[in-house]
């Protein structure tokens, strides 16, 4: 009995195992994405470990499991310690609008006449306090349906909260176990590959903080400027909030207009109605998150991965319609790994070098005439043979 199986029967089964990772793929297909935010929050507060290893001279797992409980308080306290005054806050921001709208409805009290028609809008602020009475008082059912979102959120942030663990502490042997299912022959090139998919990766995170910090003084400064309290504080928020594509901004700015309307501007020269104030901040927030996501961001994710702005700007906005925050996160590094595992795929299938420093297979060549001399060498191998005799 022969014990190789003949091409056919590889291909049959192949195609049998590519169908079934595919079919129990689409069936756990819920669990991806608390995976890939895992993977996330350890890319994220992995350099961490790093600066642990170097600073402290720690061994790499109890590095990696010092970041991990340090990150994972900080995770938990921070929400405990905030609650209360969030709550509190939430009251008195209510309060206030429902003041708000009765100052406005006053003004709509009178009809606006406009070219000979007559406008009528002292109906509409009723309707809005309305709906905005009925949002801060949650049905029974609503409260079901929230304990039961609440529920399945606890165990996806369990889930999150392990995988992180594992991701951070035990990456290498995953890492070593999944290149080794390989053929040997091919496992250089895999090496290789994830060295420069990781590379790609620590780009981005670098132009991410970047980003973060060129946000976080720009708010600062405007907000100083108008005399927002707590202009630094708010300023160091907006950047760090920038980190979730757009949701972020959008809570920070959120915060920004809850103090506008609360206190108001520390400046006599700005208006000191609360509510003009914070239409001011308003503005500000859309021109300057404008400025970001259409000039900004793009130049900065684009030089890091060295891709297009124009493709970077149109990846992160289909990636928000179509797969959501987590999508828009990854979205850029994801299309420069592409990218490197598509530039391989090519140059392998026309057999030319794939990477900078391998060698181009030497084909043969037809004799030169008699007493002509041999084609000279391409200039960049040349360039290359002086630099090595130098090394």
Known sequence: MNPKWNTSSRYLAIAL????????????????????????IAYIIYPFVHIFQTRLRLKPAVASRVV???????MLAVPALLAPTLAR???????????????VETLLAE?????????????????????????LEPLPQDALALLETTSIGTLWFLVVVVCVYYFMTDWDKLRDW???????????????????????????????????????????????????????????????????????????????LIVALLEGSDWSWMPQNHLVFALIV????????NIKNIWLRPMIYGKSVHMHEGVVFVAIIAAVVFTGI?????????????????RYLHARILGLPAFENEMIASFPSPDPAPGASAPAAPAKRRTATRKKSKT
Not at 89 to 100: G, H, I, M, P
Not at 121 to 131: F, K, Q, V, Y
């Open 111 to 135: 009809p606006i006449h406009v070219a000979g028609f007559t406008i009528h809008l002292e109906e509409l602020i009723p309707d809005a306090r309305d709906s905005f009475s009925s949002a």
């Open 68 to 74: 991990y409980f340090f990150a994972l308080a900080l």
């Open 178 to 256: 999944i290149i080794s299912l390989a053929p040997e022959d091919y496992q250089h090139d895999l090496w290789r590959l994830y060295r420069e998919i990781k590379t790609v990766w620590i780009n981005y995170l670098r132009s991410q903080l970047t980003l973060m910090l060129i946000v976080a003084v720009a708010f600062s400064i405007i907000w100083s400027i108008i005399g927002l309290p707590g202009a630094l504080v708010l300023g160091f928020l907006a950047g760090l909030f920038s980190l979730i594509p757009d949701v972020g901004p959008f809570a920070a700015t959120a915060l920004a």
């Open 282 to 289: 308003a503005g500000l927030y859309v021109v300057l998150i």
């Open 89 to 103: 806050q939430s009251q008195v921001v209510a309060r206030d609008l429902l003041k708000t709208f009765d100052e």
């Open 326 to 342: 987590v999508g828009a996160f990854i979205v850029v590094p994801a299309l420069a790994s592409f990218g490197i595992i598509g």
């Open 17 to 40: 195992i590519l169908a079934f990772i595919v079919f129990v793929g689409w069936q756990i297909r819920a669990i991806f994405e608390p995976l890939i935010i895992a993977g996330l």
